[in-house]
């Protein structure tokens, strides 16, 4: 399975799932979406791999989302061109496989990603 990371160098979570997987022996495409360019139509496969709502994909705690973004009602595709427009905003790290995507911040998280890597 190939896998890609959407990673921070300078997030401690990030660090860590590349950690994790390098442990595991897992090679993966280390993407650093705050220095590289993504479009909407790569964010919106990540988020139908997901299975979650493109708002999950969030940092609601970043003081750019409080000041501009919170309290307001934006629309799939509105969000998608926020998040490419504003990286920053985006939750990390990212697991990418051809047909998954986990937004792997917990430990669990990890284990999915491992268990779906040995299936």
């Known amino acids: 399975i190939a896998m890609q990371?959407?990673?921070?160098?300078?997030?401690?979570?990030?660090?860590?799932?590349?950690?994790?997987?390098?442990?595991?022996?897992?090679?993966?495409?280390?993407?650093?979406?705050?220095?590289?360019?993504?479009?909407e139509e790569t964010l919106d496969e990540i988020v139908r791999k997901s299975g979650l709502d493109v708002t999950d994909f969030i940092r609601k705690k970043e003081d750019l989302y409080?000041?501009?973004?919170?309290?307001?009602e934006y629309s799939h595709d509105e969000w998608l061109d926020i998040l490419v427009e504003n990286p920053s905003l985006l939750e990390r790290p990212i697991i990418i496989t051809e047909d998954r995507a986990w937004i792997a911040r917990s430990d669990e998280k990890l284990q999915e990603v491992l268990q779906q890597y040995n299936d």
């Open 66 to 72: 409080k000041e501009k973004f919170a309290q307001k």
């Open 5 to 39: 990371i959407f990673y921070n160098p300078r997030c401690g979570k990030c660090r860590n799932a590349k950690n994790f997987l390098e442990d595991q022996n897992i090679s993966c495409d280390i993407f650093e979406y705050l220095s590289e360019t993504f479009t």
